[in-house]
């Protein structure tokens, strides 16, 4: 524990949602709800708005548009989100040269170790400047935790939001966290709090009164001890600067159930293609290759199989991948399909044997993979739309395996410039055209799917910057 509340943790307010408001004008104020927007689709965020209806993350869409079905539902657009997010992560930096991002909207830093603050005076100072300077750079809102440990200052965000500063005094923990649930403690899930509860222990303060040795007999040594300290206000963990990246996956759920093996095969491959892809965005290669399937009955199955050395090469994974799902029975039908590698380093060791294989099938006719400037569609669903530089590939890619023009995504039109997709289907899609700078709500029109005048773009600046002086 620190004396001074130097630890900052930053949370971005309903990052994904609060992005799409600030895009669109005319749901500034209104329930937005991004996520899978299929049958199995989940809701990834809720607009506080949505959230006055009970929807959360993680809650099946299905449910979310029973609970608000006049929200607006959209695909999400992680091209949007981390441009957004570099933009925050770029003003933290300023602060020190110890950040630690946890996600695209949530970051810890150390304060003292930028010289950013050294008291609590100076540690609300630096909070509140960099709230003004990530609305005024963004035009969206962050919540603020300071406290002397990662654990408290995550907890003091928390209590900051939406769009607030939380300040713990180093002194005051105890008081603070005794009433609070045994949940609010990291480490903590549904498992642990249910036996703890059982045990009769649903507070904070319960934990510390049991003291150490009965939690130790309740949860294991590690486990244990570890709950006792966090629980007295004790966490020592720094802040740090570089997190290894352990594993690239990627995954899909079908909205109907896969039971033609060729079917799910194919879609194994293109997870294979997907992965890799990403991969080597993160600069990796990696040993393992894990396959996951998810059955009709829920029962999920991983397999996995270390190579002789790391590959970034999409033929050797994708091959590994396919002898995977050799071994598995999916006779009844797949829900859910992912691929990932684990193991990862940041060199690759040439394979022989993938070389070989990679050349023969080079000599052989092969699909050939998509331009850099278009999206495959699924065969038979029409021909690909365009695809400006930057934007998410893989987003835009899933999203036209259900809808050519996927909800809330950004499009522009020969005549009447950029606009967004409100929704499509029956080979019509409807566009409001608006941009994240004008002063009303935007008009809406109505286009046929292939209109050669409508096209994907990428998404605009939230913010309009003055140009810089020369």
């Known amino acids: 524990m620190r004396p001074a509340p130097t630890i900052l943790h930053l949370d971005m307010d309903a990052f994904f949602a609060a992005a799409e408001q600030a895009a669109k004008p005319s749901l500034r104020g209104k329930p937005v709800v991004v996520g899978g927007l299929g049958p199995r689709g989940v809701v990834s965020t809720a607009s506080y708005e949505a959230r006055r209806f009970g929807i959360h993350s993680a809650m099946p869409m ?236 829920f029962s999920t199955l991983t397999r996995s199989e270390t190579l002789r050395g790391p590959t970034d090469d999409p033929v050797v994974v994708r091959e590994a991948a396919g002898r995977l799902l050799e071994s598995l029975d999916t006779t009844g039908g797949v829900r859910l399909l992912g691929v990932g590698v684990t193991g990862l380093t940041d060199y690759t060791q040439e394979d022989l044997f993938a070389q070989a294989a990679a050349e023969a099938e080079a000599g052989a006719e092969v699909e050939a993979e998509p331009d850099a400037g278009t999206v495959a569609d699924e065969p038979g669903s029409g021909p690909p739309l365009p695809l400006p530089p930057g934007a998410d590939a893989d987003v835009i890619a899933e999203a036209l395996t259900e809808r050519h023009w996927p909800a809330g995504h950004d499009v522009r039109h020969a005549e009447f410039g950029a606009g967004w997709v409100q929704g499509s289907g029956v080979g019509r899609v409807t566009v409001r055209f608006e941009e994240p700078t004008s002063a009303v709500p935007g008009r809406v029109r109505t286009f046929r799917t292939d209109d050669p005048d409508l096209e994907l773009s990428e998404p605009l600046p939230l913010v309009a910057h003055p140009p810089e002086k020369p």
């Open 62 to 297: 299905a449910q979310a548009r029973r609970l608000a079905p006049n929200a607006a539902y959209l695909v999400p657009r992680f091209a949007l989100y981390r441009t957004v997010s570099e933009q925050v992560m770029e003003l933290l930096g300023r602060l020190s040269p110890l950040v630690e991002p946890l996600s695209l909207d949530e970051a810890f830093v150390d304060l003292e170790a930028g010289g950013s603050a050294s008291d609590s005076p100076s540690a609300r100072a630096t909070g509140e400047r960099l709230r003004r300077n990530i609305r005024a750079v963004t035009g969206l809102t962050g919540s603020v935790g300071l406290a002397g440990s990662k654990m408290l200052a995550k907890i003091a965000s928390e209590q900051a939001k939406p769009d607030g500063l939380v300040l713990i005094e180093p002194g005051t923990e105890r008081e603070l966290l005794g009433p609070m649930t045994v949940r609010t403690l990291p480490g903590v899930g549904p498992a642990t709090g249910e036996h703890l509860r059982r045990a009769g222990m649903l507070t904070i303060a319960d934990l510390t009164e049991a003291g150490e040795d009965e939690l130790v007999r309740l949860v294991g040594k590690a486990h244990g001890t570890s709950l006792y300290r966090m629980a007295s206000g004790h966490d020592d963990r720094p802040v740090v600067a570089e997190r290894e990246t352990k594993s690239v996956s990627v995954e899909d759920t079908f909205d109907v159930d896969l039971h033609d093996r060729v079917r799910v095969r194919t879609e194994v491959d293109r997870l294979a293609e997907r992965c890799v892809r990403r991969l080597r965005e993160s600069g990796h290669s990696g040993r393992t290759i894990v396959l996951k399937v998810r059955r009709y009955d």
